[in-house]
């Protein structure tokens, strides 16, 4: 095996979605523990002193509203080499944290116990279905009361419409809480909760079923029911087939509480035997396989002014084949260049570290002269393909673009054009109006602020958004359609993208259905594929 194919073969590149406050953090951080990329628990999320992950952007940024960045945690563990990509969440949801996810290979689903499914986890979800990349669930805060386990697989299969395989099993939750038993080694893995200065973890002895200091842990009445329900489970529960894990429709599901650091190296063991190195990608000339010794890679990503004293742009790009050397040259496809990769960083968090090589799996920052868009190709010299584009997501927000100052009209309108360009928003024009009306859509509010603020330090340009009533949009599948021939329309605006393919926007979901009811053959679709 080459030393490339070797890197290539140990790289897991995966995304965790979650609904905030799930535990993502949480779980991020004793993975990197055990990683040995931190030593002490807090520095992913310092809880008293510093309010940021390691994360999250400089504080800067956030001062200024413009931590729209997803980063990349690289860490080894167990002769692996691990890249967790950071879907931002919280304030930070933004589109880029779809984007993210079409750079990973899989994806971990955090879900909070006493929750089930939320919101977020829906949206992220559905994303990951698009590409149908495995997905794993660890359900966090077993201390806490939780949900009948039962009901809790039944909420993930009706609501996302995937099936679960439990690789353990609780017994009982919150102060209740006993362990886990693996459905593989037959094993109980005992928790008992200790406090230790502060910082909280368990106590975790391993035992077997039949072992009798089971009973000295767990009373007489948690025992039988987890008899029980391994029986019940044995015979009902959906089998673990690989085949179906890798396509994205069974998830195994594992139990334990990322804060207690309680199931964590178990689910990070299992989840790595499970999963795959790099998979081969699409592109125009078919599957790209990873392994082979070109490189190519795709842009997920590009970030502008990250560094308010230089005013960069950076392209993040995942290496989807072969190895990167920083000094060889690359071949933009897009733009037929043939160029070196300048300044290509790793970038963690506040840190930035200078690559001089990186593989399949990885992803890189690379300073970018205004040439890269989202979804672009870059290839070794020679090579022309280009990878499937990545899917413009249905923004949930939209506002009306007033402009301030009407004689800046030029400077306005390239920069929201150039703006938008980046992928920071989306643009719309009114149906009839054109460009007189202009509507921006975004995933995540605070692309608003990007918006406003970006217009007015870069481009001297004041404007005003006035929020708009709609929280849906549809592109008509077929983009011949006139919208103005369509029927029951009220409340509904009618819009067209920059490229002028007709959409519609709604106030409700509800809407959408009497719409569709309405228009025989009408076809409407959430993402858009470029
Ligand atoms: P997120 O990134 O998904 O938003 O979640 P995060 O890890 O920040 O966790 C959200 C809250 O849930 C935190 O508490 C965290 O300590 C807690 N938590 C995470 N895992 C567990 C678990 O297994 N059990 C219990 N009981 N709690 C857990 P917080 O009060 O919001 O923050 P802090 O005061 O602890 O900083």
């Given at each position: 095996m080459s030393d490339v194919t070797k890197e290539i073969k140990r790289r897991r590149t995966f995304a965790i979605i979650s609904h905030?406050?799930?535990g993502k953090t949480t779980l991020t951080e004793k993975f990197l523990l055990y990683g040995g990329a931190i030593n002490t628990a807090g520095s992913v999320k310092g809880k008293a002193n510093s309010k940021y992950a390691v994360s999250d952007w400089m504080d800067i940024e956030k001062e200024r509203g413009i931590s729209v960045t997803s980063s990349v945690l690289q860490f080894e563990y167990d002769d692996y080499c691990i890249n967790i990509l950071d879907t931002p969440g919280h304030e930070d949801f933004s589109e880029d944290t779809y984007r993210t996810l079409m750079a990973a290979d899989s994806a971990v689903m955090v879900i909070d116990a006493s929750k089930g499914v939320e919101a977020q986890t829906i949206k992220l979800f559905k994303v990951c279905t698009l590409r149908h990349i495995p997905i794993f669930t660890f359900i966090n805060k077993m201390d806490r009361e939780a949900m009948d386990t039962f009901d809790l697989l039944d909420d993930i299969e009706s609501v996302l419409g995937i099936h679960t395989c439990p690789m353990n099993w609780p017994i009982g939750s919150g102060k209740a809480f006993r362990g886990v038993y693996d459905?593989?080694?037959?094993?109980v893995s005992t928790f008992e909760a200790v406090s230790t200065g502060g910082s909280k973890s368990a106590l975790e002895t391993d035992l077997a079923l039949d072992d009798p200091k089971l009973k000295d842990i767990v009373d007489e009445l948690q025992f039988n029911q987890l008899n029980e329900e391994i029986e019940l489970l044995d015979g009902a529960a959906e089998e673990l087939d690989m085949d179906k894990v890798s396509k994205g429709e069974l998830s195994p599901v594992f139990f334990g509480s990322a804060l207690n650091n309680f199931g964590i190296e178990t689910f990070l063991k299992y989840f790595l035997k499970m999963t795959t190195s790099p998979l081969p990608r699409e592109s125009s000339e078919g599957l790209i396989d990873p392994l082979s010794e070109d490189f190519s890679a795709f842009v997920f990503k590009i970030q502008a002014n990250m560094n308010k004293a230089h005013r960069d742009r950076i392209a993040f790009m995942r290496v989807c084949s072969g190895r990167f050397d920083a000094t060889k040259d690359v071949y933009?496809?897009?733009?037929?260049r043939k160029l070196k990769l300048s300044q290509p960083q790793q970038i963690m968090a506040s840190s930035r570290k200078v690559l001089e090589e990186a593989y399949a799996g990885d992803v890189i920052g690379v300073f970018d002269p205004a040439l890269f868009s989202i979804g672009d190709t870059i290839c070794a010299p020679g090579k022309k393909f280009e990878y499937e584009g990545i899917p413009t997501f249905a923004p949930e927000h939209f506002a009306r673009l007033v402009q301030l100052n009407s004689m800046k009209r030029k400077q306005f309108m390239k920069g929201v054009t150039e703006i938008a360009q980046e992928g920071a928003v989306q643009l719309f024009q009114d149906y009839q109006l054109g460009m007189s009306e202009i509507i921006a859509g975004v995933v995540g509010v605070l692309q608003f602020d990007v918006l406003k603020y970006r217009l007015e330090n870069e481009y001297g340009c004041e404007v005003r958004l006035e929020p708009l009533p709609y929280g849906y949009i549809r592109w008509v599948k077929d983009v011949e359609t006139d919208l103005n021939s369509l029927k029951r329309l009220n409340d509904v605006k009618k819009v067209k993208d920059m490229k002028g393919n007709p959409l519609l926007l709604f106030t409700n979901d509800w809407i959408i259905n009497m719409v569709l009811d309405n228009n025989e053959g009408l076809e409407l679709e959430e993402f858009k594929r470029n």
């Open positions: 905030p406050d799930a459905r593989e080694s037959k094993i933009h496809v897009q733009s037929g």
